[in-house]
Structure formats: C-alpha cells, structure tokens
C-alpha cells in the first residue's frame, strides 16, 4: 500500500496509551508504580515481591491484571480503578494533531487494555473527545490482552471491521500480529520501551517488525505523511 493508497480507509483503529500521546510523557509510569501498590497492598508483599509478581504475571498472562484475576481471584473493576488513578496533566492539546485527525474520513476507535474511564480522562486532557467514535476497552474484552485471538476477535465482530479497509495504530509491535494477519494496515508507533520493542538483538527491520506495515516515530509524525 502506498502513500495514495489510504483513501481506502474507512476505519481507523487508536491504541491509547503512548500511541495518542508521545511515550517521552511517560504517562504509564504512575500506573506501572500503582499496579505495583495495588498488588502489595492486597496480597500483603514487600514492594521488591509485588514488582517481582507484576513482572511474572505480565510475562505469563499478557497483563499483571489478568494473572491477579486467575491466580488471586482480584475484581477487574477494583484493580482498573485504583491504577488508572493518575494526574494526566502532562497531557495537553495539540492543535496539529487536533487538525489531523479532522482530516481523516471514517470512523475513529479506541481500543485499549485500559479502562474506558482511563481513556476518557486522557481523550479529554488532549481535548480530543469530537474525534471518537467509541472506545474498546478491556472490560469490553473480557478482561483479556488485545492481543489475544479472542478478544481481537471479539473487537473485529463488534464492530465489524472490513480489514481492506481498517487500518491499526499501536506502539506495542506485538499487539499488531493478528490485525496483520486478518489484512488490517498496520502502523507500529515506534519506542524504546522495553514492552514496545520486539527482539531487539535483531537488526533487521523485516525480521523484527513483521507485522507493521509503516513505522513511525509518533502519531503526528505518521499523520503528516497521510495528512501533510
């Protein structure tokens, strides 16, 4: 697909988190520090144990809050709320990326391993709410990480999205597997976060990024190739 080729597109699917706005914000640092309190707190550990366990639960589950529901029994909805808990104020409007989006024909979603409260308070910070259909989010999926065949699957269905024609945008690479597999354009926002980057003892763009169709340092940076 090239350039031209985006006229096409009549869906355009957001990541929220460190896609919407730059990860240099570091926004998901005061919710990677609450994750760690909430764990500590409920299950009685040592801040070093409740690190240790939202590390392993990430890794084995595909989210901390899914190995706490499995393992512990925890109520979604109690853990989303207290993470999600943040000043969002490092978050301001930005006019161009206001503008850019404006000019995208379609519907825009959100979908997000978030809380839809959580989206709503970072949508409204950015002043960015007029642009957004409607938010997926993670009690939308069950709880289950988006890049889990059912819960993408479950996203697809609802919405019903017609892959030639939808387009993803997530800064984690791996969340983009299965939207590359249906026939989703995919766009990796790129970071040096260690649970954005995808093997990186490779050096090969096509080896390490299979499934990102473009590459971009941030969302107003890729818009303007498509928007200029």
């Given at each position: 697909?090239?350039?031209?080729?985006?006229?096409?597109?009549?869906?355009w699917v957001f990541d929220l988190d460190n896609t919407l706005y730059p990860a240099e914000i570091n926004l998901?640092?005061?919710?990677?520090?609450?994750?760690?309190?909430?764990?500590?707190?409920?299950?009685?550990?040592?801040?070093?144990?409740?690190?240790?366990?939202?590390?392993?639960?990430?890794?084995?589950?595909?989210?901390?809050?899914?190995?706490?529901?499995?393992?512990?029994?925890?109520?979604?909805?109690?853990?989303?709320?207290?993470?999600?808990?943040?000043?969002?104020?490092?978050?301001?409007?930005?006019?161009?990326?206001?503008?850019?989006?404006?000019?995208?024909?379609?519907?825009?979603?959100?979908?997000?391993?978030?809380?839809?409260?959580?989206?709503?308070?970072?949508?409204?910070?950015?002043?960015?709410?007029?642009?957004?259909?409607?938010?997926?989010?993670?009690?939308?999926?069950?709880?289950?990480?988006?890049?889990?065949?059912?819960?993408?699957?479950?996203?697809?269905?609802?919405?019903?999205?017609?892959?030639?024609?939808?387009?993803?945008?997530?800064?984690?690479?791996?969340?983009?597997?299965?939207?590359?597999?249906?026939?989703?354009?995919?766009?990796?926002?790129?970071?040096?976060?260690?649970?954005?980057?995808?093997?990186?003892d490779s050096t090969d763009r096509h080896e390490r990024y299979p499934h990102a169709d473009y590459q971009a340092?941030?969302?107003?940076?890729?818009?303007?190739?498509?928007?200029?």
């Amino acid at each position: 697909m090239t350039i031209s080729d985006f006229s096409m597109i009549d869906t355009w699917v957001f990541d929220l988190d460190n896609t919407l706005y730059p990860a240099e914000i570091n926004l998901f640092a005061q919710v990677d520090q609450r994750i760690g309190q909430f764990i500590a707190h409920h299950l009685n550990l040592t801040w070093d144990d409740a690190r240790a366990l939202q590390r392993e639960y990430y890794a084995d589950y595909g989210t901390t809050l899914m190995g706490l529901m499995h393992v512990h029994g925890i109520a979604p909805e109690e853990f989303l709320e207290f993470v999600h808990d943040i000043d969002v104020s490092a978050l301001i409007p930005s006019p161009e990326l206001d503008r850019l989006l404006a000019s995208l024909s379609g519907r825009k979603l959100v979908f997000t391993n978030g809380s839809e409260a959580h989206a709503q308070n970072v949508i409204r910070a950015m002043d960015l709410e007029h642009h957004f259909d409607e938010i997926f989010d993670s009690a939308a999926a069950g709880y289950k990480p988006k890049h889990e065949a059912s819960a993408f699957d479950d996203f697809v269905a609802y919405y019903a999205i017609n892959p030639a024609r939808t387009i993803m945008i997530d800064d984690i690479a791996h969340n983009l597997k299965l939207a590359h597999g249906l026939g989703l354009t995919t766009v990796w926002i790129q970071t040096v976060r260690d649970w954005g980057v995808p093997r990186p003892d490779s050096t090969d763009r096509h080896e390490r990024y299979p499934h990102a169709d473009y590459q971009a340092p941030d969302l107003v940076s890729f818009l303007r190739q498509i928007r200029p």
